[in-house]
């Protein structure tokens, strides 16, 4: 069954993205990143020390915090010191995307603290705040490098996130909320810019998915993380060079 997409968009194309750099005065690093509806605050700070596990090893930590304000769905979400099952899980995937593509070693014992606050959600919240989370860490890291208390590189490669399914049978990138509330199969995928997979998580509804299917879904989730890369490279340009190593 065919569906219209809001705005008109074509079921390969990606919401509008906008990309607010440098959006928190007191942050080390920060952007607000909006995906269509969707809107997220994220944030970066450091902390001289890690973990306790880590301690005297060299080494330093991400670690992210995930949370969706009051006001951020059409029900308003009560403030809560308990974080939700859902929230801990989140927050653990985007801590995992970004550790992915950075050198810990080169932090040396210091963990990034990423906050990411959805002020606004119509879905994909958790592939924007990895997007997001992304960006605010080459800013909070490009301030370091420039004080000279920073080892370089530091950064393997871009990041990226998006989200696919199917709705209807038909197959979708970046879903929205109305989307993803009926999807017959939901997926969050993360790569990297030399197009190397960070996660992948996949979920039917209703009926199992075919081998066929999923790749499909990850050769679209491809394709639209190229584009956020595009974004990506555009928006930072030479200032991430110097933490790539380039």
Not at 78 to 84: A, C, E, Q
Not at 117 to 131: E, L, M
Not at 132 to 157: C, H, Q, W, Y
Not at 211 to 216: A, F, H, P, Q, R
Request: glycine share 10%.
């Amino acid at each position: 069954m065919e569906i219209k997409r809001k705005s008109g968009r074509g079921y390969e194309e990606l919401r509008e993205i906008r990309i607010t750099r440098g959006f928190l005065k007191y942050a080390l690093g920060s952007c607000l990143i909006e995906m269509g509806d969707t809107r997220v605050i994220c944030a970066v700070n450091i902390e001289d020390k890690v973990p306790q596990w880590l301690k005297d090893t060299g080494s330093g930590w991400i670690t992210a915090e995930y949370s969706l304000l009051p006001s951020s769905t059409s029900e308003r979400v009560p403030r809560s010191i308990n974080l939700s099952g859902r929230s801990q899980e989140i927050q653990r995937m985007i801590g995992r995307s970004l550790r992915g593509i950075i050198d810990l070693k080169k932090l040396e014992e210091r963990t990034l603290w990423v906050d990411c606050d959805v002020i606004q959600a119509d879905g994909g919240t958790r592939t924007a705040a990895i997007t997001g989370g992304f960006i605010a860490i080459v800013e909070a890291l490009s301030k370091l490098r420039k004080s000279g208390n920073l080892k370089v590189p530091i950064i393997r490669d871009y990041l990226g996130a998006v989200s696919v399914g199917i709705v209807h049978g038909n197959f979708l990138l970046d879903l929205d909320y109305s989307e993803d509330f009926v999807a017959s199969v939901d997926m969050n995928v993360v790569m990297t810019g030399n197009g190397e997979f960070v996660e992948i998580q996949g979920t039917a509804e209703g009926y199992p998915f075919k081998k066929g299917e999923l790749e499909k879904l990850l050769s679209l989730a491809e394709k639209g993380i190229k584009k956020i890369i595009e974004i990506e490279k555009e928006i930072l340009k030479d200032e991430i060079e110097f933490l790539l190593g380039n």
